[in-house]
């Protein structure tokens, strides 16, 4: 694998299991990122195409909390991240449920970006589906605007300040970058993947989203 | 012996923060939830310290959340990442300050792999120019804007007007410190006290007169996992690591939590509320929660901001019992007001949690 990632994450590793134990990812889910560091660096492709296609790469929350801790310096975090990377490249990506979750995260996300300028952005971040955002964020969403002016904030307006527009020529320049170095394409692939799978289900682009959101089956948790 | 011991690992992180002159850079998360923090920031800095920091509207997300959603390739992040810097250059600056931890980490992890491969900086100096005609460059020295309050907190302690103290029994306020795990667990020796015994928070602590809790699972992540947050039915991966510090910090009867991770506030105040309203269980005194707080509204509290410009209002766990304690006068009618007293209602009221 090329991924600068591995190449920076991996050294030596001697099983010794720290990452797993200090891993939130392994006290919620069924995982274990001792392993997974432990296949790679054995580098047997099989073993490696079965990870590509699991769950099990899709658990890490990505916290690197693995690295400051690992006697030999390794980053199980960062080695799952080329795999995800992988795994999307190769299309794996779409044969595990907590896989076939890129699609939703590609789209909602990257259109934050691309449109707005920002990866989380209030007018987008909805109470309907963040009910845990509390009664309080129900109140924002309603007022954003008498909000933000309160609290000084600059809500999609000219100049600098929290929230402001960004201006188009700013937005067009991260298109470009998207477009020259990969994002675009991969964006293109996980959607058409995404819909293909939606049609093979029957169920429309909005359907497969919201399945996607909800959904989860049981084998995935530790208890 | 073990203080010593903590001394001696905070002495080997000292990090090199300038006093002056920075290109400031704003968060996603910081400022959809609390953008009276970043005024705050800029407020305090520009206004009572007198020091030069430079905002541009032209600079974007860094992608971070988006990277470590896996929903964007690496060398798409560091090209943003090249362009945000090449603004700074644009601009005249070379000290670079960021509001996100998510994106300090990524700076640093990303500075980090172009100094062993120069080829891939190289490309990426290439990316940028092709898609944006800017001139690459490397921040001289890069800290979160936590540092910079860190730098100044003995010149806020000066100004304060309010201690984190008790004013009913003269005792330092508890206060767990929550640091993000983006500050320095990747990268000890770019955090101030690296990643065991971080600095950032205890010191300003410490300077405006609290005392800090030490607990089992003190640098446990908060649980936010972005994709495990971003998704519904990933959530509850996000709820059980907050759970689970909680738990572990309940005994110690904190009375306030400071964070320096813009995300981290959001989910250790809103897990807070999600638990009191699902099993009706309460880590504050009296069916309250635990006043969660970003170190911008802490250094404001302590120099006698307003409680409701620094924006507690939209916090789910009410932050009165704190204000109480330290002895900051408020007005419950003025809370929920809009700019010039516009009525614009108030949120319902939790069934649980006070
Ligand atoms: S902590 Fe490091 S050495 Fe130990 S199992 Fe994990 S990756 Fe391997
Ligand atoms: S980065 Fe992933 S594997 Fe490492 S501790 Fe965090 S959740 Fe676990």
């Given at each position: 694998m090329?991924?600068?990632?591995?190449?920076e994450?991996?050294?030596a590793?001697?099983n010794?299991?720290?990452?797993?134990?200090?891993?939130?990812?392994?006290?919620?889910?069924?995982?274990?990122?001792?392993?997974i560091?432990?296949?790679?660096?054995?580098?047997?492709?099989?073993?490696?195409?079965?990870?590509?296609?699991?769950?099990?790469?899709?658990?890490c929350?990505?916290?690197?909390?693995?690295?400051?801790?690992?006697?030999?310096?390794?980053?199980?975090?960062?080695?799952?991240?080329?795999?995800?990377?992988l795994?999307?490249?190769?299309?794996f990506?779409?044969?595990?449920?907590?896989?076939?979750?890129?699609?939703?995260?590609?789209?909602?996300?990257?259109?934050?970006?691309?449109?707005?300028?920002?990866?989380?952005?209030?007018r987008?971040?909805?109470?309907?589906?963040?009910?845990?955002?509390?009664?309080v964020w129900k109140?924002e969403?309603e007022?954003?605007?008498?909000i933000?002016?309160?609290?000084?904030?600059?809500?999609?307006?000219?100049?600098?300040?929290?929230m402001?527009?960004?201006?188009?020529?700013?937005?067009?320049?991260?298109k470009?970058?998207?477009d020259?170095?990969?994002?675009?394409?991969?964006?293109?692939?996980?959607?058409?993947?995404g819909?293909?799978?939606?049609?093979?289900?029957?169920?429309?682009?909005?359907?497969?989203?919201?399945?996607?959101?909800?959904?989860?089956?049981?084998?995935h948790?530790?208890? | 012996?073990?203080?010593?011991?903590?001394?001696?690992?905070?002495?080997?992180?000292?990090?090199?923060?300038?006093?002056?002159?920075?290109?400031?850079?704003?968060?996603c998360?910081?400022?959809?939830f609390?953008?009276?923090?970043?005024?705050t920031?800029?407020?305090?800095?520009?206004?009572k310290?007198?020091?030069?920091?430079?905002?541009?509207?032209?600079?974007?997300t860094?992608?971070?959340?988006?990277?470590?959603?896996?929903?964007?390739?690496?060398?798409?992040?560091?090209?943003?990442?090249?362009?945000?810097?090449?603004?700074?250059?644009?601009?005249?600056y070379?000290?670079y300050?960021c509001?996100?931890?998510?994106?300090?980490?990524l700076?640093?992890?990303?500075?980090?792999?172009?100094r062993?491969?120069?080829e891939?900086?190289?490309?990426?100096?290439?990316?940028?120019?092709?898609?944006?005609?800017?001139?690459?460059?490397?921040?001289?020295?890069?800290?979160?804007?936590?540092?910079?309050i860190?730098?100044?907190?003995?010149?806020?302690?000066?100004?304060?007007?309010?201690?984190?103290v008790?004013?009913?029994?003269?005792?330092p306020?508890?206060?767990?410190?929550?640091?993000?795990?983006?500050?320095?667990?990747?990268?000890?020796?770019?955090?101030?006290?690296?990643?065991?015994?971080?600095?950032?928070?205890?010191?300003?602590?410490?300077?405006?007169?609290?005392q800090?809790?030490?607990?089992?699972?003190?640098?446990?992540?908060?649980?936010?996992?972005?994709r495990?947050?971003?998704?519904?039915?990933?959530r509850?991966?996000?709820?059980?690591?907050?759970?689970?510090?909680?738990?572990?910090m309940?005994?110690?009867?904190?009375?306030m939590?400071?964070?320096?991770?813009?995300?981290?506030?959001?989910?250790?105040?809103?897990?807070?509320?999600?638990?009191?309203?699902?099993?009706?269980?309460?880590?504050?005194?009296?069916?309250?929660?635990?006043?969660v707080?970003?170190?911008?509204e802490?250094?404001?509290?302590?120099?006698?901001?307003?409680?409701?410009?620094?924006?507690l209002?939209?916090?789910?766990?009410?932050v009165?019992?704190?204000?109480?304690?330290?002895?900051?006068?408020?007005?419950?009618?003025?809370?929920?007001?809009?700019?010039?007293g516009k009525?614009?209602?108030?949120?319902e009221?939790?069934?649980?949690l006070?």
């Amino acid at each position: 694998m090329q991924d600068y990632r591995i190449k920076e994450g991996l050294n030596a590793c001697i099983n010794c299991g720290t990452c797993t134990a200090i891993c939130p990812a392994a006290e919620f889910y069924r995982y274990d990122p001792r392993r997974i560091v432990d296949i790679v660096q054995h580098q047997d492709d099989a073993q490696i195409e079965e990870l590509l296609k699991s769950d099990t790469i899709w658990y890490c929350g990505e916290c690197l909390s693995c690295v400051t801790r690992c006697p030999r310096k390794n980053a199980a975090g960062l080695i799952i991240m080329a795999l995800r990377s992988l795994s999307i490249q190769t299309g794996f990506f779409m044969e595990s449920e907590k896989g076939r979750q890129m699609y939703l995260l590609c789209k909602d996300l990257n259109s934050n970006i691309l449109n707005y300028g920002y990866c989380v952005y209030p007018r987008t971040f909805k109470y309907k589906e963040h009910q845990e955002a509390g009664v309080v964020w129900k109140w924002e969403e309603e007022h954003l605007d008498d909000i933000f002016e309160r609290l000084g904030g600059n809500l999609d307006g000219e100049g600098a300040g929290a929230m402001r527009k960004i201006p188009q020529k700013d937005l067009d320049e991260l298109k470009k970058i998207y477009d020259i170095t990969g994002a675009t394409q991969m964006l293109e692939n996980v959607r058409a993947a995404g819909l293909k799978k939606a049609e093979e289900l029957g169920l429309t682009e909005e359907e497969y989203a919201k399945k996607l959101y909800t959904e989860s089956s049981n084998k995935h948790f530790n208890h | 012996m073990i203080y010593e011991g903590k001394q001696k690992i905070w002495a080997d992180y000292q990090k090199e923060i300038p006093e002056d002159h920075y290109f400031y850079v704003r968060s996603c998360i910081r400022q959809s939830f609390f953008p009276a923090s970043e005024v705050t920031f800029l407020d305090i800095t520009r206004n009572k310290l007198g020091k030069d920091i430079f905002e541009t509207e032209h600079h974007t997300t860094c992608g971070g959340i988006a990277y470590h959603s896996d929903a964007i390739p690496q060398e798409t992040a560091m090209t943003i990442i090249a362009r945000q810097f090449a603004l700074m250059k644009k601009y005249g600056y070379e000290n670079y300050v960021c509001s996100c931890i998510t994106s300090f980490g990524l700076y640093c992890e990303t500075m980090e792999t172009w100094r062993e491969y120069p080829e891939l900086q190289e490309k990426i100096a290439d990316n940028l120019w092709k898609s944006c005609h800017l001139e690459f460059a490397k921040p001289k020295f890069l800290v979160h804007a936590s540092d910079l309050i860190f730098k100044y907190r003995n010149q806020i302690a000066a100004k304060s007007k309010y201690k984190l103290v008790n004013v009913k029994t003269g005792e330092p306020l508890r206060v767990v410190e929550h640091i993000g795990c983006h500050y320095s667990k990747m990268f000890p020796s770019k955090g101030v006290g690296g990643a065991e015994y971080p600095y950032v928070l205890v010191g300003m602590v410490e300077a405006w007169g609290g005392q800090i809790i030490d607990y089992p699972e003190r640098r446990h992540c908060c649980g936010f996992g972005f994709r495990q947050y971003m998704i519904q039915s990933n959530r509850g991966y996000s709820l059980s690591n907050t759970h689970k510090k909680f738990e572990s910090m309940e005994p110690f009867k904190p009375d306030m939590i400071i964070t320096n991770c813009p995300g981290c506030p959001y989910f250790l105040d809103r897990w807070q509320y999600v638990i009191a309203e699902t099993e009706g269980k309460t880590y504050g005194e009296n069916g309250h929660g635990i006043p969660v707080f970003t170190y911008e509204e802490v250094a404001g509290l302590v120099m006698g901001y307003d409680p409701w410009d620094l924006g507690l209002q939209t916090h789910q766990v009410g932050v009165e019992p704190l204000l109480d304690k330290m002895g900051i006068p408020y007005d419950p009618a003025k809370k929920y007001l809009g700019k010039n007293g516009k009525n614009i209602g108030e949120p319902e009221k939790p069934h649980c949690l006070k």
